[in-house]
């Protein structure tokens, strides 16, 4: 089905059904034996890709693994080594310039022929490709089935958001697609030996309320980066501290966006520590 039939088959089927009604006629087909409970979610997840943003299955930013457009194709064959990822976004300067992809096929086929071997990621980078973080996730279908399997998303000033991939839109429809190159996922409350905690900034406060015993609340937020960067008024640096419910949150990593991770503790531990 090519992209302008699916585009009307999509809208036949809105035109017909309402989504709820639609979404309806699934479960009742479910209830009568007709379809699977994994089939049916399935379905579901494909009608609803349509309402998905970008920005809601994106890596983030921070999370992101770049190379540095300068490193010469040893070190970047380090960065891909370490990453475990097929394709990496290339940038220069910081990750708001990003500037191409590299392809691990490409990189090793420099690498096995030394006697043409480029000068730099410059030669071997192939074009990224932009979308909007507020694209919806359905828009991207498209795109990745021609063979772009990697997008930088971009936020409304221009800089980048995050990076979605053919894996992420995959996971929405199919569930978590695991490999044996993925990084097991660090905990975001983390104890440390003097009885603090490490928390990433991405930490849900009723989580954190539940784990610590604290009583965060607000209505504008969710998560401890959002709640600091609320008291704050702006995004706090790291080093910067904040005494909250009786503990001291201590921000330990910071970019101009967000903030990475807080250490929170006791006020006794800070001080025996100054």
Same mark, same amino acid.
């Given at each position: 089905m090519d992209d302008g039939s699916e585009g009307r088959f999509w809208s036949l089927l809105r035109g017909i059904f309402r989504k709820s009604d639609l979404e309806e006629h699934i479960r009742e087909a479910q209830d009568e034996g007709e379809l699977e409970k994994d089939e049916v979610s399935m379905i579901l997840s494909v009608l609803r890709l349509d309402e998905t943003?970008?920005?809601?299955? !994106?890596? =983030?930013? =921070?999370? !992101?693994?770049?190379?540095?457009?300068?490193?010469?194709?040893?070190?970047?064959?380090?960065?891909?080594m370490e990453s475990g990822h097929s394709r990496l976004p290339v940038y220069r300067g910081n990750k708001d310039h990003i500037v191409g992809v590299l392809h691990v096929k490409d990189l090793l086929g420099s690498l096995l022929e030394p006697n043409e071997q480029p000068a730099s990621l410059k030669d071997i980078m192939r074009p990224p490709y932009f979308v909007s973080e507020n694209a919806t996730v359905h828009s991207l279908l498209s795109t990745f089935k021609s063979g772009t399997h990697m997008a930088v998303a971009l936020d409304e000033y221009g800089g980048t958001s995050g990076l979605v991939t053919l894996e992420d839109l995959l996971e929405q429809i199919v569930g978590d697609i695991h490999d044996e190159h993925d990084a097991l996922e660090e905990e975001e409350i983390r104890p440390m030996e003097n009885g603090g905690f490490i928390v990433s900034g991405r930490a849900l406060l009723e989580d954190l309320n539940e784990e610590l015993g604290l009583h965060l609340e607000s209505e504008q937020v969710e998560t401890i980066g959002g709640y600091v960067t609320e008291l704050a008024g702006r995004v706090p640096e790291p080093g910067e501290r904040f005494a909250i419910d009786g503990r001291q949150f201590i921000v330990r990593e910071a970019d101009p966006r967000q903030v990475g991770s807080i250490i929170v503790q006791s006020v006794k531990t800070v001080q025996k520590t100054e």
């Open positions: 943003k970008v920005h809601e299955i !994106m890596t =983030p930013r =921070p999370d !992101m693994i770049c190379a540095e457009e300068s490193l010469c194709l040893a070190d970047a064959g380090e960065v891909v």
